[in-house]
């Protein structure tokens, strides 16, 4: 990838393996329709190819990491401003 092209996706490059909607899905253990609503709204972590939304599987799981809460949850690892 060129710098013209990193600078374009907002410095980053992909690095992970991509995976679509239904297994994003099977990997949140949640519908597809919640996790095409939380990519539109800009919730979760995704890649737009044109009409196509995909997920890169480590970001996901990144992502979900930083959402976890309760007891056996180290303190300061939840990310309070989403």
Avoid: K
Wanted: proline share 6%; aromatic share 4%; charged share 25%.
């Amino acid at each position: 990838m060129t710098a013209e092209t990193r600078a374009a996706h907002g410095g980053e490059e992909l690095n992970g393996e991509l995976i679509d909607v239904e297994e994003a899905a099977r990997l949140l253990s949640v519908p597809p329709s919640w996790v095409l609503r939380q990519a539109r709204s800009g919730r979760i972590p995704h890649v737009r190819l044109g009409r196509y939304v995909r997920f890169e599987r480590r970001q996901l799981a990144a992502w979900c990491t930083t959402r976890r809460q309760g007891p056996g949850t180290p303190l300061g690892t939840r990310n309070r401003s989403t």
